[in-house]
């Protein structure tokens, strides 16, 4: 049986399910010290002075750094763009001169335990001279609005159009035009491990090793080594176990270079373990936009142009090394979607505010783009009397039209969009659910059933980086495989596995490629000391790019080990198979050799190999699938509003996927139901609030509120596996797909419940409220 494609149980679940799993928080060096970090009370203002001679003084302080103090030690973080327009800008480690987003760190204490740090900040006197806050990204782009940044000279710090054809031409021809002003409200990332680091400086051999919780550490390695001076070859990051990152912990923070840079001016290691509140006020936040979209279709229902300007709230930094573009040029570039869209034209910019800085989420941008454009097919569909499903189906590009260059420029090398939205429909028995919502209209019941297709790209090559104008390279990765003299398999990437389940995947791609047994193959991931050059895990990127050159090298090893067998058992190469851990000649099942040995002659010297092999049993390959490759899916929700309250219940949930060849079904399954899981409570709950004075009203858990399983239904997932043509292995990435469609689904949901009162969903989360004001815009009950 092949292993790619097994449901093979995950390995790792077994140290987490039992509690041995280690995470930077259960890490403890010797004579390491505590970092706590005073945060900005004011969401914009001028630093007068910072006075930290009484927390100096406290027991168990063993220092307390400004900005200032740790400018000379650290340079600040500055997200470099190719992007024409683009304003960078500076982060610094600790704030200097002046606080642009509540929270931002001003000082720094480190102490014998987190108690004594925690407690000496309170003796720590800082004086502002409070600014004009930039709350909206209106009040940032007028004309007389007080700068973010002076250096940028504007709010606004980048912008960008995309255009195909005449949009404005067509949508004034066009006998049908529907559109709208859709908002998108702020969201977190909500990670079961709060952001955490720790670094150790050895002065001796003047190297230094960060441990992170994060998704990059081999993006972290190489920016941190230009910041604080450093060799690239004297700096070590590794990320250990990582309790989720959604693209949150894919950035680079300022508490990261701080704590390295306190490391060292100590000589001791130091620690930094952030609680709840500092995550949501300081870790990049997502999906903060404004987006005025227009759909023009024929009389047919085929559509003529789309038309959007989006607007997004950056907030007050852009971050390294995705920078302020990471949103808002996505939501562009995917507006069209699955479908053909002869004329079009999207706009975007990022402005900056006195908010946390935006950085990408799950999905990113795609489940914005995905509303828009969902909520608008379903708005034509309503205006020309055409079934939802039936307009799609008029629109989608079918498997003739492939590969298809969006009128962005992506390129989509395949798909199975026609054939996912279909079985979509039948799977959610569609028509049974239009007999039931006209049953439960005349019964005064307001039950919905939305659909949303997408389309997304997935481990993206070189030919373009994972986020518009990024000055950095992302479309490789490396694998390195080893064969011991004991016949075990270790296999090491830079990629930084935070739940998507790495070490079975991959194990199981080395296994099937080398002819290796699963349980002899070790999969090491995380750590830049330990593997080849790579950046980390983002973007879904892993199965495909990592995947990809875990064959390379496998397939080399195995090339090797079977010329080695063919000379010890004297037959030619091409009469032998390696498989489960055993090189057989063809038609003698007798004449065996177990990689084990196979193994043991590779180290033993030239005496024992083919004449000018070299010695060893282990292989390097790189991989870039250069464009990337198209993964898409169909997402059905059905609905019930609740008239006396406002609440929406999800009742049934279908997702058809298409994610090219599966390595693990049940992981598969796993990202499907999670992903959606977040989408749901995108549509429904979670939303970051600020007040006009820029400070965080959605602090805790108990403000902001993620889906738990009584709001999330048993998600139904078929597997389309259609292999796609341009990566190795045929493989395609699926870890966002279940958070891009989910939003547009439940809103299309809770549109076509309440179509009959005339309502249309235009802004996300659908909260009770919201839905009332929407449903009884006089204070008038439903019934």
């Known amino acids: 049986m092949s292993l790619i494609g097994a449901p093979v149980r995950r390995v790792e679940d077994a140290r987490f399910l039992t509690g041995r799993g280690r995470y930077v928080a259960d890490m403890t060096l010797s004579r390491m010290l505590h970092v706590a970090f005073l945060r900005s009370p004011y969401a914009h203002a001028r630093i007068v002075s910072i006075d930290t001679r009484r927390a100096r003084e406290l027991p168990g302080v063993a220092a307390c750094v400004t900005g200032d103090e740790l400018a000379p030690c650290a340079r600040p973080i500055r997200a470099e763009s190719k992007m024409a327009g683009y304003r960078a800008t500076e982060f610094p480690a600790l704030a200097r001169g002046k606080v642009r987003f509540a929270g931002e760190a001003v000082a720094a204490v480190l102490a014998e335990s987190r108690y004594a740090a925690e407690d000496a900040l309170e003796a720590i006197d800082v004086r502002y001279e409070t600014l004009p806050v930039i709350a909206t990204p209106e009040a940032a782009m007028a004309g007389d609005a007080t700068l973010v940044h002076e250096a940028a000279g504007s709010n606004v710090l980048l912008s960008r159009a995309f255009v195909q054809g005449d949009a404005e031409a067509a949508i004034a021809r066009a006998p049908v035009v529907v559109g709208g002003r859709f908002r998108f409200h702020r969201h977190a990332g909500v990670t079961l491990e709060n952001r955490a680091c720790l670094a150790d400086w050895d002065a001796g051999a003047r190297e230094l090793t960060l441990w992170s919780s994060t998704q990059v550490p081999g993006l972290l390695r190489e920016t941190l080594a230009e910041l604080l001076d450093l060799p690239a070859h004297r700096l070590r990051v590794v990320a250990p176990d990582v309790g989720g990152g959604f693209g949150v912990k894919s950035a680079l923070y300022p508490e990261e270079v701080a704590v390295c840079a306190l490391a060292r001016l100590a000589g001791r290691p130091a620690k930094w373990v952030g609680d709840r509140r500092e995550d949501l006020l300081t870790s990049t936040q997502a999906w903060d936009e404004t987006i005025e979209a227009e759909l023009a279709v024929h009389a047919d229902g085929t559509i003529s142009a789309l038309r959007a300007r989006v607007v997004a709230d950056v907030g007050a930094y852009s971050i390294h090394p995705w920078t302020a573009s990471i949103e808002v040029i996505q939501v562009i570039s995917f507006l069209p979607g699955p479908y053909r869209v002869p004329h079009y034209r999207g706009e975007g910019w990022g402005v900056a505010t006195n908010k946390a800085p935006m950085g990408p989420y799950r999905g990113v941008g795609r489940p914005v783009s995905t509303f828009v454009t969902e909520a608008l097919m379903d708005r034509a569909a309503r205006r020309l009397g055409i079934d939802p499903v039936e307009l799609r189906l008029r629109n989608l590009l079918r498997p003739d039209e492939l590969p298809y260059r969006s009128p962005s420029g992506v390129v989509w090398d395949s798909g199975s969009f026609v054939e996912s939205l279909e079985r979509a429909r039948d799977v959610a028995e569609y028509e049974r659910v239009r007999a039931e919502q006209r049953r439960g209209r005349d019964a005064g019941r307001y039950v919905g059933i939305g659909v949303a297709c997408y389309v997304e790209l997935t481990g993206v090559g070189s030919a373009i980086p994972a986020s518009p104008g990024a000055a950095i390279n992302t479309g490789t990765e490396g694998a390195t495989i080893r064969v011991d003299p004991g016949g075990t398999v270790t296999a090491s990437f830079g990629l930084a596995c935070h739940g998507q389940g790495h070490e079975t995947t991959l194990a199981q791609v080395v296994a099937e490629e080398l002819g290796a047994q699963l349980e002899n193959v070790r999969v090491i991931h995380g750590d830049t000391a330990a593997g080849p050059a790579g950046t980390g895990t983002y973007a879904s990127r892993s199965a495909v790019i990592g995947g990809g050159a875990a064959m390379l090298a496998a397939r080399a090893l195995r090339e090797k080990a079977l010329a080695i067998a063919a000379h010890l058992l004297e037959v030619a190469a091409g009469d032998l198979t390696l498989a489960d851990g055993r090189a057989s000649v063809r038609g003698a099942p007798d004449r065996t050799l177990t990689l084990r040995e196979i193994a043991r002659a590779a180290y033993a010297g030239a005496k024992r190999l083919p004449k000018g092999m070299e010695p060893g049993l282990e292989a390097t390959r790189f991989y870039d699938p250069y464009f990337g490759t198209a993964s898409n899916a169909t997402h059905v929700a059905v609905v019930e509003v609740d008239p006396e309250t406002c609440a929406v219940v999800v009742r049934r949930f279908v997702v058809v996927e298409d994610c090219g060849r ?122």
């Open 662 to 783: 599966i390595i693990n079904p049940l992981i598969v399954e796993g990202q499907a139901i999670g992903g959606t899981a977040q989408g749901i409570g995108a549509a429904l709950l979670e939303e970051i609030v600020y007040g006009d004075d820029g400070q965080l009203l959605t602090g805790s858990l108990l403000d902001y509120l993620v889906p738990t399983a009584a709001e999330v239904p048993a998600i139904e997932v078929v597997h389309l596996e259609r292999p796609s043509p341009t990566t190795l292995g045929g493989f395609k990435g699926v870890g966002e797909g279940g958070t891009i469609g989910a939003p547009a689904a439940v809103a299309n949901a809770i549109a076509d419940a309440l179509a009959p009162l005339g309502v249309e969903i235009s802004e996300l989360p659908v909260t009770p409220e919201r839905l009332f004001r929407l449903i009884s815009p006089g204070g008038r009950p439903l019934r």
